[in-house]
């Protein structure tokens, strides 16, 4: 059974800065590797993914703050965020795929999920 275990949430004031990680139980060598959020009342979205050919793609509005990151030697993913502001509120979920060259944010192309951890960003 494939598992993904996020941790490194937390609460921050607006400006802070947090890394999550995900660890997987499966190897990350090429294979797609993404990170969703959700927040309150609000559909998942994609935020950061990274392709087999380390090509990333990132949601406009994180797009120079967050910056993901895979250590295929230790099965983990990374999400260093920056500049947090109180938008970016949400659990963020942890996602893998098979084989895929190109990065994705879309939710479907993902078979695999973690459990998910929270993001608190205070004004």
């Known amino acids: 059974q494939v598992q993904l275990v996020e941790s490194g949430g937390g609460s921050v004031q607006a400006g802070g800065s947090l890394r999550l990680s995900c660890a997987v139980s499966i190897g990350t060598f090429r294979r797609l590797m993404g990170w969703f959020r959700q927040a309150p009342g609000k559909e998942r979205e994609g935020v950061a993914s990274i392709g087999a050919g380390d090509a990333t793609s990132y949601t406009d509005s994180v797009k120079d703050r967050f910056t993901i990151s895979i250590d295929n030697a230790k099965n983990t993913l990374y999400l260093q965020m920056n500049s947090l502001k109180p938008e970016d509120t949400a659990i963020y979920y942890c996602?893998?795929?098979?084989?895929?060259?190109?990065?994705?944010?879309?939710?479907?192309?993902?078979?695999?999920w973690g459990q998910g951890t929270q993001v608190t960003v205070s004004s």
């Open positions: 996602a893998a795929a098979g084989l895929r060259l190109s990065p994705s944010l879309d939710g479907t192309d993902f078979g695999f």
